[in-house]
């Protein structure tokens, strides 16, 4: 069973930064691609930012390409999310999730694990 757990959400003002971890279990995080995904209220969740097993691959929605970055670090089990220049829009609870393969997917149903989510609030 591979649990996901994210942390580092909170409230900021427009134009500041947050760093999201996402730490998993399991001795094999190193083989699967991993994904951002949000879910604002009242909307389907979207589409963040993932990247593949080894970091060398990643991709971006358009909507935050520029402001934030992905990475993960095998070694720790984690994958982080760099927010930076957070807009109003942001704000949307955050869920990483895992693919069971190496390469990296936009789309939600191609991942079998969920974390249980961490809020972004972004003021004015």
């Known amino acids: 069973q591979v649990q996901l757990v994210e942390s580092g959400g909170g409230l900021v003002q427009a134009g500041e930064s947050l760093r999201l971890s996402c730490a998993a279990s399991g001795r094999t995080f190193s083989s699967y691609a991993m994904g951002w995904f949000r879910q604002a209220p009242g909307k389907e969740r979207e589409f963040v930012a993932t990247i593949s097993w080894s970091g060398g691959s990643t991709s971006y929605a358009d909507s935050v390409k520029g402001r934030f970055t992905i990475s993960r670090d095998n070694a720790k089990n984690t994958v982080y999310l760099q927010m930076d220049s957070l807009k109003l829009e942001d704000t949307a609870v955050y869920y990483c999730?895992?693919?069971?393969?190496?390469?990296?997917?936009?789309?939600?149903?191609?991942?079998?694990?969920w974390g249980q989510g961490t809020q972004v609030t972004v003021s004015s």
């Open positions: 999730a895992r693919r069971q393969s190496r390469t990296y997917s936009v789309h939600a149903g191609e991942y079998d694990y």
